[in-house]
């Protein structure tokens, strides 16, 4: 130790050490934004496989056809027959199919407000209770009345009823079978699941009148053609990019594929070579429809209460009919009621590339946490530059032989003579820079309210304000912090010091819980890094302070990644509606609970705007 | 198993997907069952480490002349097998858990059969005497399972098991048979049971070759078989441990001076154990002491309480003046 510290203690005053840090920084983010690119080759990937022993998927014959064949048609029959009646109706002739195949029906009214809208029907469900099991565990079939795009799931919900009837004949079920139809397929499956485990807010949502045991599996099937399909899509991700259980996905894609020969298909890519394009496209879509948090099914609802569903939706024009659609459900049933134990031996965090190849959290957690860490390092590197005394001024024309001022350092018996320079720490103005990156951090609930509050029709019209005040607010910002106290260089250090120090803690954080959330803000977040002038080492005002001409770079590049107009490039490269997509938002914080919308404007905008007050030319 | 929820056949258990046997019969009984089936429960019926308040059913009635059958399947390892999902018992446990049955004569021989992968590797430590072991896989290799049925949705038995299985069935056709470990270990078709099963007799008196000539009806059929008296070469051996067990008891007698030790009333249970026959006799077991002295005895404890109440009394009259 004595003889380690003397050169640690050299080292860390040394010049080099200190220009270290944007080095360091900019590769953390090189080798982060690569390290995703690797994660599709063979090499970086895993094929998937069945961890959980109890699970033998495709194990049983499935006897689902035949007859009932004929029960399907007729239940589909009763439910095209439904179309147009009021919600009443449905909901009667639902517990009345329900009753006449010997169940208990109940059922839940809801009704949700958010962006304008309502959001309100009934569920109905019944419970098969499990012949010789006891009614601890039960497993979920859901059919939503309307799929995702407000079309009727007309087989879904009559293959729903088909299959209740079938496994009703069945004696050997261990867990309780639940068969719920939801009036559609993002309010209703959240007020039953809420409802289930109390959690509802009355008296919107009403209580359940019958409830069985924990909830281990849910499988939603949606399948609104009214002709054969020709795969199976399954959709995984949950609210806030939760996913479920790898093991019930590969379950149900071992046993459409194995078993069954049923194509799948994952994250809308309807036709993968196994190329790596496609694989890395895969991969981003479903980090991009993890980033965003929202309901991507019925089943996404379920998630967040660890309950491992998945939504099987039928695709596409082939020869596969209702009936395989059926036998893959039962098959994937006979298993989840193999399980002894909730879902727990396979992976919860995983990026799938393809149906059957996966990387696991293990692998790919390093390149988020390298993104947040530059910020973090970047943080270090301005609080150590902030306390550091201006350089000595030396004149160039004359060489003045002047011996710096020396002081002798006595410190564990050990005597030293060091220039007073390195031993002299400015004292540091917190108050101003903490102050301003708290408030605005706070100020973030500003954006935050109007957008989960207003109505639908005004939603467009107030972002587009909003991109309009966003684009000059870092100038007026800066005006008038500058006639109330003129930022000293020092200043600008710290502020842009605790504010990427925040911006990393929160990024490395979300990392953990919504990976690809975390990965999209930090790439997007990456100039607040290196604005100012990261290669100097001092506190000096025009070391500190860049220069004007890039002062206007920085300007227009962290305007061009400003958080608005990226929601709008989004927008525009999906294709997607601008006010619906808002609107899905402010549905999404009201009844989902989806926290997005919190990550983008209390943590990445107060972070641009203390990028954006830094660079202004005004200061 | 047969009362599962999951059984798609309630109450049976079959060994074949053709479902002709059932193994579940109709006299079966399951003493410990479910989460019953634990490390702990099993060691502590091997080696009869349970209170008093256990019924016999869940205990091993086996002592000294009793042929144990040990016959152990599931999921295993290298030197382990597993219970349930949370524990498993090791090699040394089981060696150690035999070792205490041995001690304490609970078993005379003992076949140990176990297909598991790595099955060998589970009686790799046995270290007490007359057991022959055996099992279905070696280190590293796999123990497979047969074939499955598709509407239970699990395989029904493992490859080894069936053909042990499928050999009492076909060969062990008698209560009488005299078919020895040779055959039934002869039967074993390495092509079929698509592992090496392993065999140890080196803890067998006589090894391989003695080991080999044991009934399977010695291990798997609860036949007792009667040897007459007088023929065995035990004969005079027991003969011998009597008389100088008389000896012993004569000693500590005329040691404790006891004259009228009573006989004891119920006489040592007989044992007929297929093999070996302990043979019958009166042995004269431990008594209660009663002596004539009993009284003077007293009347000597009477009267030293007395003295001790005599000079205390004296000492206080003393004391007082």
């Known amino acids: 130790m004595a003889l380690i510290s003397p050169t640690i203690l050299a080292l860390r005053r040394d010049p080099r050490l200190l220009k270290l840090p944007p080095y360091l920084s900019a590769l953390c983010i090189f080798i982060g934004a690569v390290w995703l690119c690797l994660l599709p080759l063979n090499e970086y990937s895993r094929r998937t ?20 064949q004929n029960v399907f048609n007729a239940y589909k029959y009763e439910v095209q027959a439904l179309v147009g009646k009021d919600q009443e109706a449905i909901s009667t002739k639902l517990s009345d199919i329900f009753e006449s195949a010997g169940l208990r029906p109940a059922r839940q009214k809801y009704e949700y407000h958010a ?45 729903a009823l088909a299959l209740a009837r079938y496994f009703k004949r069945w004696s050997l079920w261990s867990k309780d079978i639940i068969i719920l139809i939801t009036g559609d397929s993002r309010a209703g499956p959240q007020a039953w699941v809420d409802a289930y485990h109390d959690e509802h807010s009355s008296p919107f949502v009403a209580p359940l009148p019958l409830k069985s045991g924990a909830l281990q599996g849910v ?93 099987l939706q039928a695709v596409g024009d082939g020869w596969q009919d209702e009936m395989a659609m059926g036998r893959c459900v039962e098959s994937i049933f006979r298993s989840l009621n193999n399980l002894l134990e909730h ?36 943080a270090i590197a301005l609080w150590i530059r902030s306390g550091r005394p201006p350089a000595p001024k030396v004149a160039s024309t004359m060489p003045e032989k002047q011996n710096p001022e020396m002081e002798i350092v006595q410190e564990n018996n050990m005597t030293a003579i060091t220039p007073k320079e390195n031993l002299t720490i400015l004292e540091r103005q917190l108050f101003l820079p903490v102050t301003l990156v708290v408030s605005l951090h706070f100020l ?49 250090l710290l502020l842009q010091s605790f504010s990427l120090l925040v911006l990393g803690i929160f990024l490395a954080t979300l990392a953990t819980l919504n990976f690809s959330l975390s990965l999209f803000v930090g790439l997007l977040s990456t100039p607040l890094s290196f604005t100012g002038n990261p290669f100097s080492s001092s506190v000096d005002a025009k070391d500190a302070i860049p220069s004007k001409t890039r002062q206007h770079i920085w300007t227009l590049v962290l305007q061009l990644l400003s958080p608005p107009v990226v929601v709008w490039a989004v927008c525009y490269i999906w294709g997607a509606d601008l006010g619906e997509m808002l609107a899905e938002a402010a549905f999404g914080w009201k009844v989902n609970g989806l926290w997005t919308q919190v990550v983008i404007w209390c943590v990445w905008w107060p972070a641009w705007t203390v990028g954006g007050i830094l660079v202004n030319p005004l200061l | 198993m047969a009362c599962n929820p999951r059984n ?79 524990e498993e018992i090791g090699s040394w446990d089981l060696a150690d858990a035999f070792e205490q049955m041995w001690e304490k004569k609970r078993y005379n021989e003992m076949l140990f059969m176990i297909d598991t992968c790595q ?77 090496n099963p392993g065999y140890r007799w080196d803890l067998f008196p006589g090894g391989e070759e003695k080991g080999r000539e044991r009934l399977v009806m010695d291990f798997f059929g609860n036949v007792q078989g009667v040897e007459v008296e007088g023929v065995g070469g035990n004969e005079t051996e027991w003969r011998e441990d009597m008389r100088r067990l008389e000896e012993i008891i004569y000693r500590a007698r005329a040691r404790g001076n006891m004259t009228g030790a009573k006989k004891s009333e119920t006489p040592v249970e007989e044992v007929i154990a297929p093999g070996r026959d302990l043979g019958k006799g009166r042995v004269e077991g431990a008594a209660k002491i009663e002596g004539v002295e009993a009284w003077g005895q007293r009347v000597l404890g009477a009267g030293a309480l007395l003295g001790c109440a005599l000079i205390w009394g004296g000492a206080s009259w003393l004391e007082s003046r």
Request: zero cysteines; charged letters at 15%.
């Open chain 1, 49 to 68: 496989y069945i961890s959980e022993n109890a699970l033998l998927p495709g194990q049983v014959h499935t006897y689902f056809g035949g007859s009932e």
């Open chain 1, 343 to 378: 879902f727990h031996q396979s992976f919860f965090f995983y990026l799938l590339m393809q149906a059957d190849r996966f990387v696991s959290i293990g692998t790919y957690l390093p390149s988020a946490m390298l993104v947040a860490v530059n910020f973090t390092i970047m």
């Open chain 2, 8 to 86: 798609a056949f309630p109450g049976t258990v079959y060994n074949n997907a053709d479902r002709a046997l059932d193994l579940y019969g109709d006299n079966i009984e399951v003493d410990y069952r479910g989460y019953e089936v634990t490390v702990e429960n099993f060691i502590r019926l091997l080696t009869d480490r349970l209170g008093e308040d256990v019924p016999r059913g869940k205990r091993l009635g086996s002592d000294g002349g009793s042929n144990v059958l040990v016959y152990m399947t599931g999921h295993g390892g290298n030197e382990f097998l597993k219970f349930q999902d949370s």
């Open chain 2, 119 to 195: 099955a060998n590797t589970l009686y790799k430590h046995f270290y007490s005497p007359n057991i022959i072991a055996t099992g279905s896989s070696e280190i590293d290799q796999s123990s497979y399972s047969h074939h499955a049925d598709n509407d239970v949705g699990v395989a029904v038995i493992d490859r080894w098991t069936y053909y042990n299985l499928d050999f009492l069935e076909t060969q062990v056709t008698s209560p009488t048979s005299k078919l020895t470990l040779a055959d039934l270990f002869g039967s074993y078709d390495e092509s079929k049971i698509h592992s």
């Open chain 1, 219 to 311: 499988v939603v099937v949606d399948n609104a053609l009214d002709h054969r399909f020709e795969s199976l899509h399954i959709v995984y991700d949950g609210i806030n990019g939760q996913l479920p259980n790898l093991d019930l996905f590969n379950t149900a894609v071992s046993i459409a594929s194995g078993q069954l020969g049923i194509g799948v298909s994952l994250q809308r890519m309807w036709k993968h070579n196994d190329s790596y394009q496609e694989r890395l496209q895969t991969m981003l879509r479903g980090m991009f429809s993890q980033g965003l948090g929202y309901s991507s099914g019925p089943h996404s609802s379920f998630v967040p209460y660890h309950v491992d569903a998945i939504t």
């Open chain 1, 444 to 492: 973030g609930a500003i954006p935050l309210y109007v957008f989960i509050n207003s109505s639908h029709n005004t939603l467009p019209l107030y972002f587009l304000l909003f991109t309009f005040l966003n684009f000059f607010q870092p100038t007026v910002l800066a005006t008038l912090i500058h006639r109330h106290t003129p930022l000293t260089p020092q200043h600008h």
């Open chain 1, 115 to 159: 962006a304008g809208n309502t959001y309100s029907g009934e569920n109905v469900y019944a419970i098969l209770h499990a012949p010789r099991g006891d009614a601890t565990e039960a497993i979920l079939l859901v059919a939503a009345w309307t799929n995702m795009d407000g079309i009727l799931n007309q087989s879904g919900v009559a293959l």
